[in-house]
């Protein structure tokens, strides 16, 4: 068994357990059975986002898996409740913490797009949703994304429908380290915006919506070349909904925003195997 080669999955794994090793303590207590580790509970959360499973299914998996098992250093199984209690357990600082941690070894360039795109709130079918007239909310999700390695940068969830430029500045905030150019498709055109960027030495490329002939001007000086990155931005959005579902499992709103944060995280973990294959 050991002289097989390490399958996509299992670098998966691995990659994740360095992470959470940097990103979390051992245990969350001193009084913890200390059956099994918060580390073990992040990365199994991670490989069900990644599986697209469920808690059950995903615990029948691994009796199946020995070398992820002990790649976790699982010494047994754990019952689908105790993942699902360290999910409820986990804050959402643990998970922003580790969405940070996922870019420390890849090549950022500081060229990073902005957009927003729609998770659905429950998983029905679309028959079913025409039959009924169903209504289904959606999430809007606000990606920043890296536009030469494709890896996520920070995400803005809200259930509400607040605008593109009263998310941009609170988004734009908390990563002004890592921007060097910011851009933005129309929605984002907000004059208090650009000088948000500019007075953190961040160039802002971001289309003027064409109210007079000056506007349009403008938009025919951009940089183009530059500007088309921003299709990066709807690639990552459709990458994440094609490989880890379109939707949230979790009913609690806060459970869905940390189900979300997850799956950036364990994209950014597949740019990362992608990024360093083995040669």
Not at 12 to 25: D, G, K, S, T
Not at 52 to 69: A, G, N
Not at 134 to 144: E, R, V
Request: proline share 3%.
């Amino acid at each position: 068994m050991d002289s097989l080669p390490k399958s996509r999955l299992l670098r998966f794994v691995e990659r994740a357990m360095v992470l959470a090793r940097r990103a979390v303590a051992r245990f969350s207590t001193r009084y913890s059975r200390k059956r099994f580790t918060l580390r073990q509970h992040v990365v199994l959360l991670c490989l069900k986002v990644k599986k697209t499973t469920t808690y059950r299914d995903l615990v029948d998996e691994l009796i199946e898996m020995p070398r992820i098992r002990d790649a976790l250093e699982l010494d047994s199984i754990p019952a689908p409740s105790t993942l699902c209690k360290a999910f409820d357990r986990l804050e959402m600082a643990v998970w922003r913490v580790l969405l940070n941690i996922s870019l420390a070894d890849l090549p950022l360039n500081g060229i990073i797009g902005i957009d927003a795109s729609g998770f659905e709130r429950a998983h029905a079918s679309t028959h079913y949703t025409k039959r009924t007239n169903l209504t289904i909310q959606q999430l809007k999700t606000t990606l920043l994304v890296d536009t030469a390695i494709n890896a996520v940068l920070d995400i803005h969830v809200t259930t509400t429908r607040k605008h593109d430029t009263q998310i941009a500045p609170q988004v734009v905030k908390r990563n002004v380290d890592s921007i060097e150019v910011l851009i933005g498709d129309k929605g984002y055109d907000d004059q208090n915006l650009r000088q948000l960027t500019r007075d953190h030495g961040i160039r802002p490329l971001i289309k003027h919506r064409e109210f007079s002939s000056l506007h349009t001007a403008w938009n025919a000086r951009l940089d183009s070349d530059l500007y088309h990155r921003r299709n990066m931005n709807e690639t990552v959005n459709a990458a994440i909904k094609q490989k880890y579902g379109a939707f949230v499992r979790s009913r609690r709103w806060w459970k869905q925003f940390r189900e979300l944060v997850i799956k950036c995280v364990v994209h950014n973990i597949e740019q990362t195997l992608t990024l360093f294959r083995p040669s």
